[in-house]
């Protein structure tokens, strides 16, 4: 009856928080709260595998302050869209990253990476496709060129920009930190890449040809599958942030990932065909799954062992009962 009661109690306590919740957190189609625009549609179906930047950016910094003109996006309203922006929230940007970030210009904003600036070298090696701005904010550059003007927004196209994975055409050995090399007025991030590692000699890299080639084929979160062709010794070169934890595989061994131009990944690649894959799996990763399963198991065997000894207990009173 104890038993009986008390499942009761939980369901009508259950059904009761259930209809109660459901009149205050309602559910809405996603289409309702993210609308596809004109711009978004154009985003989608023209960026690829390259980045955007809304700049100047669409950032209060103080509770209360005006934005001058027409708002175009504050950061991460584009996340819901699945489209990459090199700018945004988050407190857990890579410290790297951020110092990548510093070479444009000073990041003041603890929880931000934010630009205002609407040129750098910097947004090539990024992958800075496409540069959204207000109507009124025109960029005079011959380096970018206009390619959409609606909704109260300009879009440019950075005629300049880099691919997310590309052939390194000279490699520099930083001798003391890739991130002073690259804050140098000399710094050409199409032709140069900084490395720390001194297990590549610059001279076995020689500038790739129109036969290099490299494909990204697959991108998930945690894991990016790459086809390359190279008629010689190459590095290639990712710019997603690097960070412990990532590995990489050439065609299905694992090899050295290398930490490039101060925050971006790198691997070296012998002449031939291959596939390439950078996978996340950091090493607490695997150690948690062997605590979990040790725990599950440890489970189970106790499970058994109190099933086992309920069994021989009743086993043993049927067996004096019938004695007696």
Do not use: C
Not at 19 to 42: D, H, M, V
Not at 149 to 176: C, D, T, W
Not at 250 to 272: F, I, P, Q, T, Y
Request: charged share 20%; glycine share 4%.
């Amino acid at each position: 009856q104890t038993k009986t009661m008390l499942a009761i109690m939980v369901v009508l306590l259950a059904s009761e928080l259930i209809w109660n919740g459901s009149q205050y957190n309602k559910t809405f189609p996603a289409q309702l709260i993210y609308r596809e625009t004109l711009t978004t549609n154009f985003l989608k179906n023209n960026i690829g595998q390259y980045r955007f930047l809304v700049a100047p950016a669409d950032f209060r910094g103080k509770a209360g302050a005006i934005i001058e003109d027409k708002i175009v996006a504050p950061p991460n309203t584009f996340l819901p869209y699945q489209l990459a922006s090199i700018a945004g929230k988050n407190q857990l940007f890579p410290k790297w990253y951020r110092e990548i970030a510093a070479l444009v210009e000073p990041q003041n904003e603890l929880s931000h990476i934010i630009f205002n600036q609407q040129q750098s070298p910097i947004y090539d090696l990024l992958g800075v496709k496409y540069l959204l701005t207000k109507e009124k904010k025109e960029v005079l550059s011959p380096s970018y060129q206009e390619v959409y003007h609606n909704e109260g927004i300009r879009i440019y196209e950075n005629l300049n920009v880099m691919p997310r994975a590309f052939f390194a055409s000279q490699v520099k050995v930083a001798n003391l930190s890739e991130l002073e090399m690259m804050g140098e007025d000399g710094f050409d991030p199409h032709t140069t890449v900084i490395v720390q590692t001194k297990t590549i000699d610059p001279k076995d890299i020689s500038v790739p040809t129109s036969a290099d080639q490299v494909e990204i084929k697959e991108y998930k979160n945690n894991e990016v599958t790459l086809q390359a062709f190279t008629i010689a010794k190459r590095l290639l070169v990712l710019t997603d942030t690097y960070y412990p934890g990532w590995e990489v595989f050439v065609d299905g061994n694992k090899v050295e990932l290398l930490r490039v131009n101060h925050a971006m990944r790198g691997v070296v690649l012998n002449s031939g065909k291959h596939q390439i894959k950078f996978v996340f799996w950091p090493s607490i990763l695997s150690k948690g799954l062997l605590i979990a399963a040790i725990v599950f198991l440890g489970l189970i065997l106790e499970v058994l062992r109190v099933s086992f000894r309920r069994i021989w207990t009743n086993k043993s009173l049927t067996r004096i009962s019938t004695e007696n």
